[in-house]
């Protein structure tokens, strides 16, 4: 036999020589090791299932609060909320001297805070459309509707031969007395179409943000106000739909969904 190593020989020595220094970055490093050995294929899938448990918890949890937030929170919540949306105010309804309601600016008008987002999206949808509306009045407290009322009362009665009873029948058409107008709610909008296209477009568009025409010209025998097509309520999207659908004013839509007692 020559001296030496045979191939095999070196072949295997260097297979051990590269394992031993493989070994040695491995401990140095903490590197991975490969997913050959047993012990460390247990380790991995271990992990691997811890993550995909924590992944399909984390992924139930989404859903579960997701549905929680799209599904109304409870039926009282839903009423109540109807319930403030729905109010009439009238002379047999009125609100308190004190009301005020919680109020927001919108384009220097302020609003029901209930009603902001649904009106800006719609003034946002008539611009984008070129027929932009502008708000002409909105939320006016008890004191300054009096004073209202009081200042159309007296040109009533300068410019006709009313008795002073008369003259405030009339004027209660159009101009209510403090505390027994839905100006004072925040949710009643009055709008200014001198933009060309804007009157129709809120006509159409209208109760796709929750808002219909408050006082129209069939309704007058319920309303017992004059027609107006510049004055509109918000009510809510559902509602508004609702209301269209059913051919209904605010009156007779609420007093339906009394008789019906369902939830609101």
């Not at 271990?46 to 799209?70: D, P, R, T």
């Not at 009238?90 to 384009?107: F, H, I, R, W």
């Not at 459309?129 to 509707?145: C, F, H, M, P, R």
């Not at 007296?154 to 403090?178: D, F, I, N, W």
Request: net charge positive; hydrophobic share 30%; glycine share 6%.
């Amino acid at each position: 036999m020559s001296g030496g190593f045979t191939p095999f020989d070196r072949n295997s020595y260097r297979e051990s020589k590269r394992r031993r220094k493989q070994a040695l970055i491995e401990e140095r490093t903490g590197r991975i090791l490969p997913v050959s050995n047993p012990r460390r294929r247990y380790i991995v899938l271990a992990c691997v299932g811890v993550i995909l448990v924590v992944a399909i918890a984390f992924g139930i949890f989404s859903i579960l609060k997701s549905n929680q937030k799209s599904n109304p929170e409870t039926p009282e919540q839903i009423q109540a909320e109807s319930e403030m949306l729905l109010t009439v105010v009238d002379s047999a309804n009125p609100l308190d001297k004190d009301y005020v309601p919680d109020l927001e600016t919108v384009n220097g008008f302020r609003v029901n805070r209930d009603a902001l987002k649904p009106l800006e999206n719609l003034l946002k949808a008539s611009k984008e459309n070129g027929t932009e509306l502008k708000i002409k009045t909105a939320y006016v407290s008890y004191d300054e509707q009096e004073e209202r009322f009081q200042s159309e009362l007296q040109k009533m009665l300068q410019s006709s031969k009313y008795t002073t009873v008369r003259a405030e029948a009339e004027v209660l058409k159009t101009t209510p007395h403090g505390g027994q107008s839905e100006s004072q709610t925040g949710l009643l909008v009055e709008f200014d179409f001198s933009n060309s296209g804007s009157k129709a477009f809120l006509e159409r568009n209208c109760v796709e943000y929750g808002f219909v025409q408050r006082y129209t010209e069939s309704k007058t025998s319920v309303t017992r106000m004059n027609p107006s097509d510049s004055l509109y309520r918000y009510v809510g999207i559902e509602n508004a739909k609702r209301m269209r659908s059913y051919g209904m004013c605010l009156e007779e839509y609420k007093s339906y969904l009394q008789k019906q007692a369902i939830p609101k």
